[in-house]
């Protein structure tokens, strides 16, 4: 699968930003009328599928807003030690009140979901407090793009309490279950630990660190 960078800002997410991707591009706009299509132009009309538009949704991701990350600056660095982005949350854990502590632009959390440290990295845990409401008895994450599904079960553990800090980049979905029904649902970014941005001079970019 293809490491690709943001070359400029693309709805929620800062340009910059790095991600894996499917290998499949697409192409976007393509009439199913094979005698249309022979017509058309394919030309900067490819799109990388991108699980999460930084809100929680699916969407395409054109080719021309994207360059592909250079290996050598991956080379040596512990990409499991980028932090979690929670995009978005079921209604049920929406908070009623926003909370400033969890204000943008830096925020620590989003609705009942609250970011920490693990041992090793920063943001890697979250802490999801139901109060009093019924509490799952399992959690799923499944990678987005390879369909991969984790299965973690909780014994009493109040709050619920999930930690990323084995898992590489990618994107996630999250589903709380209780008696195998779900009962709680929310979308997850484990970031790049680092940026990369274009300069002047070609061939050469500038490193920086995520800042979610």
């Not at 070359?7 to 393509?30: C, L, M, N, Q, T």
């Not at 699916?58 to 021309?64: A, I, N």
């Not at 987005?144 to 599904?149: C, W």
Request: proline share 7%; hydrophobic share 35%.
């Amino acid at each position: 699968m293809p490491v690709i960078v943001l070359s400029e800002p693309f709805i929620r997410h800062y340009a910059g930003s790095v991600f894996k991707v499917s290998d499949a591009i697409g192409v976007s706009g393509w009439d199913d009328d094979d005698r249309v299509r022979e017509k058309q132009s394919c030309y900067d009309q490819r799109v990388y599928f991108l699980p999460d538009d930084g809100k929680g949704t699916p969407t395409e991701l054109p080719l021309p807003y994207t360059f592909y990350c250079p290996e050598y600056i991956l080379a040596g660095i512990d990409l499991k030690s980028g932090p979690c982005r929670v995009t978005s949350v079921s209604k049920g854990l929406e908070k009623n009140i926003d909370d400033p502590y969890y204000a943008e632009p830096i925020p620590l959390g989003k609705g009942k979901i609250r970011y920490s440290d693990s041992e090793k990295y920063a943001k890697n845990v979250l802490t999801i407090d139901l109060g009093n409401e019924d509490q799952p008895d399992t959690a799923l994450i499944k990678n987005s793009i390879t369909g991969e599904i984790q299965s973690v079960n909780y014994v009493e553990s109040l709050p619920v309490i999930l930690s990323f800090e084995e898992f590489e980049p990618g994107f996630f979905e999250v589903s709380l279950l209780k008696s195998s029904q779900k009962i709680h649902y929310f979308t997850l970014i484990k970031c790049f630990p680092l940026g990369v941005q274009l300069t002047d001079i070609r061939g050469k970019f500038n490193i920086i660190q995520t800042i979610w």
